[in-house]
């Protein structure tokens, strides 16, 4: 396995004569276009803030798929909606959450995805916090306890400050303390979950056959302000996740016996069921029609806010990699194809799909090149266990301009398994590339949660990841040798004692939420 670092610049371009003069004057074209004529804040605008969040089965996952279409055929590029499946259809709607008693405040909160309505004038209960039980049998008859209340099922943090900020201010044995307190508390409170029988995933139904008004969680992110947003499994019930600083206001009402109620008002819509949609655009081969080099990014988001840096980002560099690459480079070697995938958060279903459907397209992969943790410049590219990728894909990353990336690269690396989009291309045999950014904070911060938003965006990492995007795009089209497919022998697993294998493909979920 071997290890480098790329700093690449203009000069260290291999080929002479014409051919290089073309190559450099065509990368220095892309750099001009993405530099000078921008589009990304436009784009962002109209997906993010106009369309919004983006949940499979939504009706703004369809006005993205369409807005996507649009776009691109506003540009010239041929762009369609590929359906693959069903979905769950649900519309957000809008959500109040209000304490009523003991005193009146509005609290932060939200439904989670699929989650039942209330009526429109809501419903108003009293907080209770899950019985505590010594075992299944003592909890079965606890549960009347809950009949018309609202549950909270979630641990009450001791502190919604992040570890970080406790390092920095803190005394050694204070921060030792509150981790001392915290892990007693995380520790009783799955000992409080596991008493009742149930996992935290099954306990939500329970509670709703139990007559409950609704349940109440906190699934905070480990930083200021952020809570993780999924979906509910209640059927008829609402499910709302509450910040961490009002959940642990209810909480403390409800330990000390001051009977705090609340009133939901709930104004979501189960739509029955929706298509779902890969967006696929491309521009056409002169020479290699059949050969592909694929963007990727999945177009999906949850909801908990607007989706920007997940996957909000990548969708924006691979939408502007193909505008400037439709500009400056209209009449590629290889069809240059994007795919903005449905349902990536539920399992890499419309990837995972179009592999299935398109096992032509698969056979004539170049490269694929996947973007999807953030907004930051992208840092680490992995040879995902093809043998030869160093050979094509250190090649392609030579002719990147120095001053646009610095990249640590993994070769050969081993085969992606999941994670993201890409995945789906190398199971399936196919030389496919995640382009890892810098974190910025991202799985505390914007990955799943309440705060990924507009404003989170770094537009300079966000311009350099589409340059990066469309200067490799450009060479492995132009590249002479269609690339190596072989893959290296994998490792035998220290825990099993068994030799390692490839990635097996598999089809995408294609009745999402639905009942057979």
């Known amino acids: 396995m071997k290890k480098q670092l790329f700093a690449f610049a203009f000069s260290s371009l291999l080929s002479a004569g014409l051919c290089a003069q073309s190559q450099e004057e065509t990368i220095k074209a892309v750099v001009t276009e993405a530099t000078e004529n921008s589009q990304l804040k436009l784009l962002a605008h109209q997906l993010l803030d106009v369309v919004g969040p983006r949940l499979v089965g939504s009706p703004e996952m369809k006005q993205a798929h369409d807005w996507a279409v649009k776009t691109y055929t506003g540009w010239g590029i041929p762009a369609e909606n590929q359906q693959w499946g069903v979905w769950k259809a649900w519309d957000r709607g809008i959500t109040h959450i209000d304490l ?33 039980a010594k075992d299944s049998l003592a909890f079965q008859d606890m549960l009347s306890q809950v009949k018309g209340k609202f549950v909270l099922i979630s641990m009450p943090q001791p502190s919604g400050r992040p570890d970080e900020n406790w390092e920095e201010w803190a005394t050694p044995e204070s921060f030792e303390k509150m981790k001392t307190e915290r892990e007693a508390l995380n520790d009783a409170w799955n ?8 996992s935290s995933r099954e306990l939500p139904k329970i509670l709703e056959k139990a007559g409950a008004a609704g349940v109440i969680t906190s699934n905070w992110s480990r930083g200021f302000g ?10 008829k019930i609402p499910m709302v996740d509450i910040a961490l600083e009002d959940y642990g206001l209810l909480y403390r009402l409800a330990d000390y016996g001051d009977k705090p109620v609340i009133k939901v008002v709930a104004q979501s819509k ?30 999906d988001s949850w909801d908990g806010a607007q989706g920007a840096t997940d996957n909000g980002t990548g969708t924006l560099v691979m939408m502007e990699a193909m505008r400037i690459l439709k500009k400056v ?26 592999v299935k459907d398109h096992p032509e397209i698969v056979a004539g992969v170049q490269a694929v090149f996947n973007q999807d943790n953030g907004t930051g410049r992208v840092a680490n590219i992995s040879g995902n266990g093809f043998l030869h990728a160093y050979d094509y894909l250190g090649s392609w990353l030579s002719a990147v301009p120095d001053e646009v990336a610095e990249i640590e690269t993994n070769f050969p690396g081993a085969p992606g398994r999941g994670g993201s989009d890409y995945a789906s291309f190398v199971a399936a045999g196919a030389p496919a590339f995640n382009l890892s950014s810098l974190s910025w904070n991202y799985w505390n911060y914007t990955w799943h949660t309440n705060r990924d938003t507009y404003d989170k965006i770094v537009w300079d990492d966000v311009q350099n ?49 639905l009942e057979d």
């Open 100 to 132: 009523v008693s003991p005193r009146s405040v509005s609290l932060e909160g939200m439904q989670l995805a699929w989650s039942p309505s209330t009526s429109a004038k809501g419903v108003e209960a009293e907080v209770v916090v899950l019985p505590e």
């Open 191 to 198: 000992a409080r979950i596991k008493a009742t029988g149930y």
């Open 226 to 235: 952020v809570n993780k947003v999924f979906s509910a499994y209640t059927d």
């Open 270 to 299: 189960d739509l029955g069921e929706a298509p779902t949609f890969n967006t696929i655009a491309q521009i056409k081969g002169t020479e290699k029609p059949d050969e592909y080099v694929i963007l990727s990014a999945h177009f």
């Open 329 to 354: 480079y209209p009449n590629p070697k290889r069809t240059i194809l994007v795919g903005h995938w449905g349902s990536e958060e539920q399992g890499l279903n419309g990837s995972r799909s179009f």
């Open 465 to 513: 990841n589409v340059i990066l995007t469309a200067v490799l795009a450009y060479m492995a089209s132009e590249d002479e040798e269609k690339t190596s497919r072989e893959q290296i022998v994998l490792p035998v697993n220290s825990r099993t004692g068994e030799q390692m294998t490839w990635p097996e493909p598999r089809d995408g979920t294609r009745r999402g939420g």
